[in-house]
């Protein structure tokens, strides 16, 4: 359980990385917070009784102090952000004087917010600063270029020296790593996460992924199919998000449990439709379906387009906002046989359709960190 004390408001030391600061004479109490931490993938500094090192109290992103010793550092040390006060005794009503007397952000009780604790210090161990903008990608039909625009959009990014992570949504198509060419490329694939519960590390998703064209890729192996359940989505992409910069997410036109999860966590949806009446009348049962779930959903139309069915009429038949319309580009096949990827020309129509949108869309968000 966990209470707070002050409004929520970012850390002073946040989107910083750091070792929390441990303050108790407790054993059993430090033994959980040490426990705690390893989980959460953070090596904390101990102070036991007293702060051993000068600065230690200002410097470190996250201060977890015992109640044993909340009364002892009342009044000693500076009024700061981030710092918890651990506590076992729900019905010990004093606590939240002392909270306040020591200018804590929250009161967490153990056992119950171990889960809570720990994704706090995660969240100092990771560095977590601003969330990455995270685009999806869906065909309006089968056919319609969303996987190839997902991939030239990742690639788009990366080039620009921007943190990119591409995954794979859509179990069934076939693997965005062979649109990359790296099918065969060192690092772990969905199946590999498919029992993911909780909190899954940032840093180390990252790490465990195949690196194409200076981008990470999740995407499925050429093994049976694996279900994905939508806690595992929910923690991947979680996780990926952490990380900062940009995600792109290949999603699947059936709305099932986790691709209704990987929408809920989509800041902007691209749903890519074929300038052809069948195609739209297709992306119509699609886009009223992923709408109930994303709110912010635009048209891309796939040209050419004819002169009595043009881009603005297809997302107005759509009831979308257009995002742009994608022109053809010729030689797309030839291109990845020889071992270009999406968007991997600059001057190509797909590359600069993708190099448009991120000018937009990241001046929306009013820019992205790498």
Known sequence: MTASI??????????????PLIVTED????DDLLRLCAAAGAEPEVAHGALTRRGSWEAAPLILVGDD???????????????LLIGRDLDDHGIWRRAVALGADNVAFLPDAETWLVDRIADVAEGVGRQALTIGVI???????ASTLACALAVTAARSGRRTMLIDGDPLGGGLDVLLGGEGAQGLRWPAFAESRGRVA??????????????????????????????????VLAA???????????????????????LAQIDLGLL???????AVAAAHRVASTVGMVLRDLRAVVRGPCGPELGDEEIAGLLGLPLAGQLPPEPGLADAFEGGEPPGGSPRGPLGRFCAEFWARALADEGGVTA
């Open 6 to 19: 002050t409004p929520e408001r970012p850390s002073a030391a946040e989107g910083q990385r750091g070792r």
């Open 27 to 30: 054993e059993e109490l430090l």
């Open 69 to 83: 010793s909340a009364a002892r550092l009342c009044g000693d040390r500076a009024r700061r952000e981030g710092v």
């Open 139 to 145: 065909g309006g039909r089968g056919g319609a270029g």
């Open 202 to 235: 940032g840093s180390a998703l990252e790490e465990s992924l195949p690196e194409l064209h200076a981008l990470r890729v999740l995407s499925w192996d050429r093994g049976d199919s694996v279900v994905i359940p939508s806690s595992a989505m929910r923690a």
């Open 240 to 262: 990926a998000r952490r990380r900062g910069g940009v995600v792109v997410v290949d999603l699947p036109r059936r709305v099932d449990d986790a691709a209704a999860e990987a």
């Open 272 to 278: 890519v439709v074929p300038a052809e009446l069948r």
